[in-house]
């Protein structure tokens, strides 16, 4: 149980007027409103990425706005704050090189290094092994006289026996990775890729915070320069340098004590995209991307419900956490944090409210409420009347926003949105583009719900039929489950299993390590996509999970 406060009760015999206090008068809940989208979505915050100084000044500034309504710190140490590390996007280094006999090769003109590399050094002589497939069934193996590889750089072909295309009998054993993996593991000090089959593409150059490094040195030769440099015995000098860096986030969370037995969670999330980070659509130079709208807006009304909730009698049925989520934007970190680190036991939620892109709403007035098949309590958004205001529903409990951290603990959550629009994850989604009146009315709308439920008690939660993250063009199929995008483990851990879907029908649980499937390995989030990537609606293969640690295998159909 939470702690009692003392503060309700001091506030009703010192300021026994404040009880009876009326909301805030419109005209000044939009210049509050006014003021927290413009300081929010202003230069000053360099689009407030999570882990950046733009977003430590847009922490600070909610944590004093909470202060200043007077909400608990509910975050860390009795502080508004709530900490959480996650890995940065990496960046290459200065000491980047590749020297091929007496050849000092220039970067990203005649190679560069793979995402899923290590950072180091390495000097040895070339061996070329082929594809590095060992695939004994398939009579191919390549290792098949290999009893280690100390100090050499393998060399190796993207390409496969057959080739590669969808229906290569190699086809398990098409992933780079794991290809640089078998290398490493018989003691290769690098690896040293090239492309000699025209059905190979040459691998993505970029990036990426999802890819786990390996132990050693891998790079991607580009040309036709392997026919001359890629000989064995041919000296090889290395050098890798990624940035990988851990960085912290911080979520701001704040409580509204009335005494009572549930809380209510009313969330935003903070954080955008910086001056452009991987989810940009922006295509132009580098600028800042403000996100007035994603998401400035839904942390100003999640203030301004902050502010009125503080006066209104008619809603002192349940306590009220406010939390400002950071990490949105990178794969809802910070709320995923949360639910996993709550600073109220989570049998104690009654329901959650999301506000995520509330700042446009148009001429049709036309507001979008998703989630609400996760309680039947939430008919109520249908019948609640405000002004010319219309609801749009849709049912699942999983959607791109933080109310799916909530859903996935079985906590009824909604979430309000205004529509996407052109300036989506752009620069130009800038605050004199925000309608001030739509946010009050959404404000007016929620605190008309949030008195309607004021009286029903805690809401039953229910689960909702259509669960699909893995909502990608290139899948076939699904699995049907929901990641857990803070695991830094090997292998992609469950968060959640949706009823009725293959992974579900096989009796995959919720905590299960997915480590591999059929015969690829799944090492991380993008291993675990190219594995999916392989079969169609109707195959059956092995997925093998962890699950309490020890190793076991279900057969799947999708």
């Known amino acids: 149980m939470r702690t009692p406060s003392i503060l309700p009760a001091l506030v009703g015999l010192l300021c026994p007027?404040?009880?009876?206090?009326?909301?805030?008068?419109?005209?000044?809940?939009?210049?509050?409103?006014?003021?927290?989208?413009?300081?929010?979505?202003?230069?000053?915050?360099?689009?407030?990425?999570?882990g950046t100084a733009g977003e430590k000044l847009a922490v600070e500034y909610i944590a004093a706005k909470f202060g200043n309504v007077g909400l608990m710190p509910y975050g860390d140490s009795a502080t508004y704050l709530q900490a959480f590390t996650f890995q940065a996007d990496p960046v290459r280094g200065p000491l980047n090189n590749l020297q091929l006999g007496r050849r000092k090769l220039k970067l990203d003109e005649n190679w560069y290094p793979l995402a899923f590399s290590g950072t180091g050094s390495a000097r040895g002589k070339v061996i070329k092994l082929g594809f590095g497939i060992s695939a004994p069934d398939l009579k191919h193996d390549d290792y098949a006289d290999?009893?280690?590889?100390?100090?050499?750089?393998?060399?190796?072909?993207?390409?496969?026996?057959?080739?590669?295309?969808?229906?290569?009998?190699?086809?398990?054993?098409?992933?780079?990775?794991?290809?640089?993996?078998?290398?490493?593991?018989?003691?290769?000090?690098?690896?040293?890729?090239?492309?000699?089959?025209?059905?190979?593409?040459?691998?993505?150059?970029?990036l990426s915070p999802k890819i786990k490094p390996i132990g050693i040195p891998v790079?991607?030769?580009?040309?036709?320069?392997?026919?001359?440099?890629?000989?064995?015995?041919?000296?090889?000098?290395?050098?890798?340098?990624?940035k990988r860096e851990e960085r912290t986030g911080y979520n701001v969370v704040g409580l509204l004590d009335n005494g009572a037995q549930n809380v209510v969670v009313i969330g935003a999330h903070l954080d955008h995209l910086g001056w452009g980070d991987e989810g940009s659509l922006h295509r132009g130079e580098k600028a800042i991307h403000n996100g007035a709208d994603d998401n400035a807006s839904g942390v100003a009304v999640l203030l301004q419900l902050a502010r009125d909730l503080a006066e209104m009698d008619h809603t002192r049925a349940n306590d009220y956490l406010f939390i400002a989520f950071s990490g949105e934007e990178k794969g809802l970190y910070g709320s995923n944090y949360w639910t996993k680190n709550p600073t109220v036991p989570i049998a104690e939620l009654n329901y959650m409210i999301n506000l995520d892109m509330v700042g446009r709403l148009d001429t049709a007035k036309a507001i979008g409420v998703n989630g609400v098949g996760t309680s039947p309590a939430w008919a109520e958004v249908s019948r609640i009347l405000v002004g010319d205001l219309k609801v749009k529903t849709t049912t699942s409990g999983i959607g791109p926003s933080d109310h799916t951290s909530f859903y996935l603990q079985?906590?009824?959550?909604?979430?309000?949105?205004t529509g996407t629009h052109a300036d989506y994850h752009k620069p130009s989604d800038d605050e004199e583009k925000i309608n001030y009146d739509g946010m009050l009315r959404i404000t007016r709308y929620i605190e008309s719900l949030i008195a309607t439920l004021n009286d029903d008690g805690k809401l039953a939660f229910t689960k909702t039929e259509e669960v699909n993250t893995e909502n990608t063009p290139r899948f076939k199929v699904t699995l049907g489950v929901v990641p857990d995008y803070l695991y830094d483990g090997k292998g992609m851990r469950i968060d959640g299993v949706t009823e009725g879907k293959p992974a579900a029908n096989a009796g995959l649980r919720k905590g299960d390590v997915v480590i591999a499937i059929g015969d690829l390995p799944v090492t991380d989030m993008m291993g675990y996509m190219k594995a999916l990537g392989q079969f169609n609606k109707g195959d059956t293969a092995p997925v093998k999970v962890l699950r309490e640690g020890q190793e076991e295998v279900v057969q799947v159909t999708f």
């Open 17 to 50: 007027v404040l009880l009876q206090a009326q909301l805030m008068p419109d005209t000044d809940a939009l210049d509050q409103m006014s003021y927290d989208v413009k300081y929010l979505a202003s230069d000053l915050l360099e689009g407030r990425e999570s």
């Open 219 to 242: 790079v991607f030769l580009m040309g036709d320069s392997h026919k001359e440099l890629m000989v064995d015995g041919n000296p090889c000098v290395i050098g890798v340098d990624i």
């Open 146 to 206: 290999i009893t280690g590889l100390k100090d050499r750089i393998v060399a190796l072909s993207i390409g496969s026996p057959d080739g590669i295309h969808p229906h290569s009998k190699f086809l398990a054993y098409h992933d780079l990775q794991a290809r640089a993996q078998k290398a490493a593991d018989l003691g290769a000090a690098a690896v040293v890729f090239y492309n000699d089959d025209p059905t190979a593409s040459a691998p993505e150059p970029k």
């Open 410 to 417: 079985g906590v009824p959550a909604i979430h309000f949105f």
